[in-house]
């Protein structure tokens, strides 16, 4: 679970005041800060659970920023919410800016080309503080296993939601000011406080009743939602609110309150099973957490004699610095090792790396800029520091994005011939790729690389039950034939092959798909919507009468199960096929059932960018993904299905020689582990047209 640390305290140190008052500084919130992250980095790099840090950062976050506003309204200084802003990003952008910088070296030198359009993408949201909606809408789990594969700019999602808080509260604290202003004369014994303690009651209310709905609802968005988080800085400004109120707590109360909430935060990534709850009310856990130990009076007993420790206080100085440099050194690691996970001593070499990286960084950079009096004196500098800031990273990137640019123009204007692909298996294909020609698809474009042809189905091709969500038609409008493909994504990528032939033989195609949901009859492993569909696709094909439909008759699998099995030993006939099928034979449509797509142990665009296309070590032998005998042939040899069932491998096509390589023709196979490009599966559309007369008609 990818925790994320948040920006430096906006009040510099941790200073606390009540009314008029001279500033405290209190060592134990540096030291609870220090605390947090390490459990971040512990939970991250052994157990990749939620350790509930970044919840107490965003808390204290909102407590140091309302305190701040508060004070220079009862010491009636104004708010200058643009000097503000500014001095809040001059203060943040250098030592993010030196980690953007070393993430796209890194990026350039180690990682994959298949994963550069996602960082660069990354990148430029997370320097806007937008990486959280980035990560939302890709539904990234923070909670999968393989972090090797995982962004090293995942953690910059809780710093782009405070950046956007950064923005918000103070137009906030500005609103309630104009309220106080408005309604002191009518209501003398109110104060400022007052007035906030209302407005973020309301906050906290209803963003929690929303956290907790779209948590359930959504988990996945929910994690990196802005609103579903409102709550915890709520909390946070509560507590500089109604702070004279809190330091009144007597000691014999306070103290104790102190240790339960240390306890808390220590235990709360052991105790809670949070992977697909969070944030939701259990987040209410961290942040009552550290409001507690906020509320912990100074003793000798107290909290304070633990958390005000110098070496506390010291990785409380670095440790916005060391937060943005635990995570990407971790994930180079991973994807450069190819570990899958991480042994006590080198988590630790891990660990004293990114401390490293944060003390130099800090000293160097970050402290610095902070203390250049020159930079801050007016507003005019202080903006121009940001957008040189800025420009220091926009200016690399955009050379990253011309080098792919000029790879893919490169890439387009090669001729047709030196990219055949599934037609170079064809004995008769004598012609050879120039030397030094680019395989096609480029994988830093594989995400246009999804069948995707024909148009939205319409007319009387249209369907008409709300499970059929995705339908699309091809070839000839006009055509006397119809060839129905439906299923899942495996069914779907076959649809440029299918469009191919279509075009060739003059006929109309549709195809009906909903993704992980193979067609069938009613079964368990597929659950309730996938049978709804299947019952839909189902009726569809029997109200339309196609000349024929195609469905993948076999499940491949990816790796050993649990019982040890290899994938070819798992590769089964889809759970109760038959029962599917049947009616659509008995009612006289001819049914061509396709064996599936065999999947690879590991991402061929990512091993063709790492060691070449020609790479033995990227290729498996299909022995090891296939069954033997495709499991379809028993069920066509049975004569159960009558003359209207035939069967369809492209097997042959995908691992020629019995050995699948991920590169054939100079053309890239596969986009994924299990998918097919749609440029390949174009380039099959011969075979393809070939193999499914010889069954239809067969």
């Known amino acids: 679970m990818s925790n994320s640390f948040p920006a430096p305290s906006v009040a510099g140190r941790s200073p606390i005041a009540s009314p008029l008052t001279v500033n405290r500084f209190r060592p134990e919130l540096q030291g609870l800060r220090a605390l947090a992250v390490v459990l971040v980095m512990v939970y991250h790099v052994w157990f990749g659970r939620v350790s509930g840090g970044v919840d107490v950062f965003l808390l204290l976050s909102a407590f140091f920023l309302t305190g701040t506003f508060i004070r220079k309204v009862e010491n009636g200084r104004p708010l200058n919410l643009l000097s503000y802003w500014l001095n809040v990003f001059r203060r943040l952008l250098p030592a993010a800016v030196v980690v953007f910088l070393a993430i796209i070296a890194a990026s350039v030198s180690l990682l994959p080309k298949a994963r550069w359009s996602s960082m660069m993408e990354q990148i430029t949201a997370s320097l806007f503080y937008q990486q959280n909606w980035q990560l939302a809408r890709e539904s990234v789990d923070y909670y999968a296993a393989d972090h090797a594969t995982a962004s090293p700019l995942q953690h910059f999602w809780s710093l782009s939601i405070q950046g956007q808080i950064f923005i918000l509260w103070p137009l906030l604290l500005a609103a309630g000011l104009v309220m106080f202003t408005a309604l002191r004369a009518r209501f003398p014994a109110l104060s400022y406080r007052m007035v906030l303690g209302v407005m973020f009651s309301l906050v906290f209310i209803a963003s929690l009743t929303y956290s907790i709905y779209i948590t359930d609802a959504a988990q996945e968005w929910a994690y990196f939602d802005t609103g579903a988080r409102l709550w915890e800085f709520a909390l946070g400004s509560l507590l500089a609110i109604f702070l004279p109120l809190i330091e009144k707590i007597p000691a014999i109360i306070g103290v104790p309150l102190g240790w339960l909430g240390l306890a808390a935060i220590l235990g709360c990534g052991m105790v809670l099973q949070v992977e697909h709850e969070f944030p939701g009310y259990l987040a209410l856990w961290p942040t009552l957490a550290a409001a507690f130990i906020i509320a912990a009076p100074p003793n000798r007993r107290g909290v304070q004699t633990v958390l005000a420790l110098p070496v506390l206080g010291w990785l409380g100085n670095i440790s916005y610095a060391l937060y943005l440099w635990h995570w990407p050194v971790m994930i180079f690691f991973l994807s450069e090792s190819g570990a899958e996970r991480i042994s006590v001593g080198t988590g630790l070499c891990l660990m004293l790396v990114s401390l490293l990286l944060a003390w130099g960084t800090t000293r160097i950079v970050e402290s610095p800029l902070r203390s250049w009096t020159w930079l801050s004196a007016k507003r005019r500098r202080v903006g121009l520091s940001i957008a040189v800031l800025l420009s220091v990273v926009l200016l690399p990137l955009g050379g990253w994005e011309h080098k792919v640019a000029a790879e893919e123009l490169r890439a387009a204007a090669q001729p047709a011939m030196d990219n055949p692909g ?116 189902g009726k569809y094909v029997l109200d339309h009468q196609p000349d024929a439909v195609i469905t993948l008759g076999t499940f491949t699998a990816a790796g050993e199960d649990e019982a040890g099995r290899s994938a070819a030993e798992q590769e089964v006939v889809v759970p109760d096929y038959v029962v599917g099928i049947r009616p659509l034979l008995d009612a006289g449509i001819p049914v061509v059932s396709l064996r599936d797509t065999p999947r690879l142990p590991s991402s061929p665009p990512e091993c063709v960018d790492r060691y070449g296309a020609g790479a033995d070590r990227c290729a498996s032998p299909a022995s090891e993904l296939l069954a033997a005998v495709n499991p379809l042939e028993e069920l066509a040899a049975s004569g159960e299905l009558g003359k209207n069932f035939s069967t369809m491998d492209m097997s042959e096509v995908l691992c020629p020689d019995s050995l699948c390589r991920p590169v054939i023709g100079n053309v890239l196979v596969y986009l994924d582990q299990s998918h097919l490009t749609s440029t390949y599966a174009r380039s099959a559309g011969a075979e393809f047209e070939k193999r499914f007369l010889a069954a239809f008609r067969g």
């Open 422 to 537: 599934a037609r170079s298996l064809d004995p008769g294909f004598e012609s050879e790729p120039e030397a030094g020609a680019v395989v096609i698809p480029l994988t830093s474009k594989l995400d246009e690389q999804w069948s995707n042809f024909g148009a939205e189905c319409t007319g009387q091709w249209a369907p008409t039950a709300e499970q059929i969500e995705y339908c699309q038609q091809g070839g000839n409008p006009d055509a006397s034939k119809t060839i129905v493909l439906m299923g899942d994504s495996h069914a779907q990528h076959w649809s440029g092959a299918l469009d191919v032939m279509a075009q060739d033989q003059g006929w109309r195609w549709i195809l009906l798909t909903k993704p992980s949901c193979r067609f069938g009859g009613e079964s368990e492993t597929r659950g309730e919507e996938c049978g709804a569909f299947n019952r839909a696709a």
